[in-house]
């Protein structure tokens, strides 16, 4: 098995100790493997005959190299099967009860990494259009140029961000704020990982639905009560 970072230990804890393990995971400004070492592992777990599992966190083909990894096993004449996943953008803002698209408020979304700064989508205008949601991911160590770039490509201060940290498990955070606040409470979350960013009107529904899930949560306990 070869596994990220961002799998989880309880689904490690299921994998039999007996299974050969290659951890591969990277994470911003830490030493890790590249992506030919990787490559290589992989295609040497095929060229052995080894039964192998390429373990990633999310969809293996959203920001995860998977395809990269694909044509690496199809150029050594490799045989494999892609399992598709949940990306995080789906599942962390279902889990944070933040709709990536609403009626009337937003009808597109789009993602991007934090490397969206460094030239790899240099139009920050692009990003910007009325009725659409971006979600950023990786992008909390670039807070200040993703602040700063939409603001000054015309993207309204007062815009609702929310930082979903550890999306999807029992330690889920999530923090609202405008789009004025990005850095300041960036900084004050440095260290939170994995952590995903999602821009637009889409968040301030995010209350309304929270408020309504106590209500049921409350409801709930009073009929469950002996």
């Not at 295609?43 to 690496?72: H, I, M, Q, T």
């Not at 460094?118 to 160590?141: D, K, N, R």
Request: aromatic content about 6%; overall charge neutral; glycine content about 10%.
């Amino acid at each position: 098995m070869v596994y990220d970072r961002l799998v989880s230990q309880p689904i490690l804890d299921l994998i039999p100790s007996s299974t050969l393990r290659f951890y591969v995971g990277k994470r911003c400004g830490m030493p890790s493997l590249n992506q030919d070492s990787i490559n290589e592992i992989l295609k040497d777990c095929g060229r052995k005959g080894y039964r192998a599992v390429r373990l990633k966190g999310g969809d293996p083909f959203v920001f995860g190299r998977g395809g990269e990894e694909a044509l690496a096993l199809k150029a050594a004449n490799i045989e494999f099967e892609v399992i598709p996943g949940i990306t995080a953008a789906l599942g962390c803002s279902s889990s944070a009860l933040i709709p990536l698209t609403h009626r009337k408020v937003a009808r597109s979304v789009t993602f991007v990494t934090g490397n969206v700064v460094s030239g790899a989508l240099p139009a920050w205008s692009s990003l910007i259009a009325q009725g659409q949601t971006l979600v950023c991911y990786m992008g909390l160590e670039k807070s200040l140029e993703i602040q700063s770039g939409l603001v000054q490509a015309g993207l309204s201060a007062s815009t609702p961000v929310a930082i979903i940290g550890k999306g999807c498990s029992a330690e889920e955070e999530v923090y609202t704020f405008e789009l004025s606040q990005l850095n300041q409470i960036a900084e004050q979350l440095r260290g939170l990982s994995p952590a995903l960013m999602i821009i637009g009107e889409v968040v301030s529904i995010r209350q309304q639905l929270v408020d309504i899930a106590k209500e049921v949560s409350q409801d709930e306990r009073l009929v469950s009560a002996p």
